[in-house]
Structure formats: structure tokens, C-alpha cells
């Protein structure tokens, strides 16, 4: 059976485990990393140099790492057509949104982690929090002003577009304070909450009440 290694609440990991949900196939997940550990054995780094979560290994040895690059395998392997868009220029802009929310939103991820998990309350700071926001607004603008023609980020049905995108769009919506109002954002983020995979895999793994472990 196909097997990812990582804690299911990983930034990475919840991108590829929502992904899964999607596809609605088998898979095995193994808690690793973060309190779990295990990066450093050598048996993970032949699996993964780097030492970091997610890695996928499937049963005849392969294995594959980058989330970004995991869920363009699952899509192109279980879902072509559909969440792996066939046509290039829409398998195009897909990736364009997928490469563009890895580089530049998921900045805002390091910020929501301090404020949250890293942190105690009395070293978290409202400032550093109200700098992140102020730095990802211009970003949000962007996706708000796509979303106005669009019901997912790749058009008008859910691909792998939307799996980096959708699941920071939950710690935004859902756990930034004080963020502006982004009226397309947050129709999208209700459209992403009817789906069981979404509240599965990211709203239960992204909500700072059930996060048991720190993320690094
Ligand atoms: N660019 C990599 C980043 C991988 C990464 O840094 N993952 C984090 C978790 S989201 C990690 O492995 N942290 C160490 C740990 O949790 O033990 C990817 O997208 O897969």
C-alpha cells in the first residue's frame, strides 16, 4: 500500500494527506518527524536526504519527496483529466499557482506557527503577527481578485491548484487577526469547508486546539 511518511499536521504533509482525501485512495500514514523524530535515521534519509516530512513510498520502492512534487504525482497517476488538468496551458497555470503559493503565501506560515504553537503567549507578539499580515495582504489581493472569476484556483472545478493555496487559506480565513477583508477568499474557503476531505485534513490538522506537536 502506498505509504506517507509524516505527522499529520506538517504544513507539507497537510497538503498531500487533503490531496489523498480527494483521490479517496488506500494509503498508509507513519507519524514521523517533529516529536515522532526518526529524520535522522539513515533508513529515512535514503528515503529522504533532506530529513523532511512528507516523503511518499510506494510499494515496489519508490519514493519521491517535495510536496509540491508529491501532489502532481497522485493527481497525474489517480486523477488525470481531473485534478491533474490534461490540457498544458491549464496544467500550466495549475502549476503556476502551486509554485506561486509554495514561494510566496506559504511565507506567511512560519508567523501563524510562532503565534500559535512555537511561542508562549507571553513571547508572541501582536506586532510581529500584525507585520505578516500586512506582508501577505498584497498576496491575498492577488488570489482575491482571481477568485472573482474563478470558483477554485485552476478554474471552475477543485485540481491541484487549489491543495497549497486552500490549505493556507485556513489559517488565514480562520486564525489571522485582525486580517482585511477579502470577500472572494472567504466564498472560496466556504466552498473548501463542504468538502469532507478538506475538514478532515486540514481543518482538523491547521486548528491550534488539536495541534498536538510543534512545527520546526
Ligand atoms: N519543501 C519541502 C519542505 C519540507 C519541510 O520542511 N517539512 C517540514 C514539515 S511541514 C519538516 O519536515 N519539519 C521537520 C519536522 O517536522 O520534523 C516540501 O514541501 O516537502
Given at each position: 500500500?502506498?505509504?506517507?511518511?509524516g505527522r499529520n499536521d506538517g504544513s507539507n504533509v497537510i497538503k498531500v494527506m487533503w490531496c489523498l482525501g480527494e483521490l479517496g485512495i488506500e494509503f498508509e500514514r507513519i507519524d514521523w518527524g517533529g516529536p515522532f523524530g526518526g529524520n535522522d535515521e539513515p533508513e529515512y534519509r535514503r528515503k529522504n536526504p533532506?530529513?523532511?516530512l512528507p516523503t511518499l513510498e510506494e510499494e515496489d520502492g519508490f519514493t519521491l519527496w517535495e510536496s509540491?512534487?508529491?501532489?502532481r504525482y497522485l493527481c497525474a497517476k489517480h486523477s488525470m483529466g481531473n485534478l491533474c488538468p490534461e490540457d498544458p496551458r491549464e496544467r500550466a497555470s495549475a502549476d503556476k499557482w502551486m509554485d506561486w503559493s509554495s514561494l510566496n503565501l506559504a511565507n506567511f506560515n512560519p508567523v501563524?506557527?510562532?503565534y500559535y504553537f512555537r511561542l508562549s503567549e507571553a513571547e508572541r507578539s501582536d506586532a510581529v503577527m500584525a507585520a505578516a499580515v500586512k506582508n501577505a495582504t498584497p498576496l491575498f489581493d492577488i488570489l482575491d481578485a482571481h477568485l472573482a472569476d474563478n470558483a477554485y484556483i485552476g478554474g471552475n472545478r477543485l485540481t491541484m491548484a487549489d491543495f497549497p493555496a486552500g490549505s493556507i487559506?485556513?489559517?488565514w480565513i480562520q486564525w489571522t487577526p485582525n486580517r482585511p477583508s477579502h470577500?472572494?477568499?472567504e466564498a472560496y474557503y466556504e466552498?473548501?469547508?463542504?468538502r469532507p476531505a478538506y475538514q478532515?485534513?486540514?481543518i482538523k490538522a491547521n486548528a491550534p486546539r488539536t495541534r498536538q506537536v510543534q512545527e520546526r
Open positions: 500500500m502506498l505509504k506517507i511518511w533532506n530529513g523532511r509540491g512534487a508529491v501532489v501563524y506557527l510562532d487559506t485556513d489559517r470577500p472572494n477568499v466552498r473548501l469547508l463542504a478532515e485534513h486540514v
